[in-house]
């Protein structure tokens, strides 16, 4: 058997779908070796792959260094993170997208938001959902898929390895269909009930778009705060906080209860914005909740 360098490109029930430079591509098993080193290949790793000369099945050897690597999807390698979120059909949930904010700058990934479905919303809540986020240091751009997608994302894409995600119903599948028409992208009907696409990915995969690569990722609608190690890291991936935590009478203040903090003054003086204040406050608590067992 020889050993060749790849890219793992799906991976589905732990199968792992290596794409070679020359372009081959082949169904690979992990070594059991990777499980007692608590290691397990991602999609977007590169990998030294050894091909069966009896059966051509394949084995994953080696796994290379990572430039990064985010925990939901679990992916390795990208350069930025798209987060497309719906603010009607389904309506918004701003604390999943804090919560994924936390968890990018934990990762220190670059980040893009992206607001979907804007044909349902009035000039009043884009102004508002732009000023918390874009006031933050966020990228952030509007799209609407039944106007036609005026949206530059081609251009955010270019020369990156970017990881397109959010949570189930919000038009990803649509959005990247309109984009890029020549990819496969299935796209679940409506639900009227819920007015909402159902999620049809069902598995992150890499597709080359010509001038970079996206990896089209399951939807979400929960995010656990495993990624957090301790709870007094959490205002520090607060973007936000960052200009006013050194005004804190309290070197150690965690922003709730202690007099004199300069995160709660921001709030007060709308320097903050109050629905991200409550979001962290839930963040604590619940992080909280998760140690107590």
Known sequence: MISIKGLIIKSDRGIYFVKLTNGDEYQCKARGLFRKEDKKPLVGDYVDIRISDEDGSGYIEELYP?????LRPPVANINQVIILMSIREPDI??????KYLLMTEKADIKTIIVFNKTDLIEQEEKDYYQSIYED????LYFNSNVEGTKLHLKELLEDKTTAITGPSGVGKSTTLSYLFPDKSFPIGEISQKLRRGKNTTRHTEIKDIGFGYILDTPGFSSLSLDFIDNKEEIPYLM???QSFISKCRFKNCMHLNEPDCGVKKAVE???IAESR??????FVEEYEEKRRY
Request: charged residues 35%.
């Open 66 to 70: 990572r430039v990064s690597e985010l």
């Open 93 to 98: 949930n701003l604390r999943l997208l804090d």
């Open 136 to 139: 933050i240091g966020y990228d």
């Open 239 to 241: 973007k936000d906080f």
């Open 269 to 271: 003086s709308n320097e």
């Open 277 to 282: 204040y409550k979001n962290y406050v839930s």
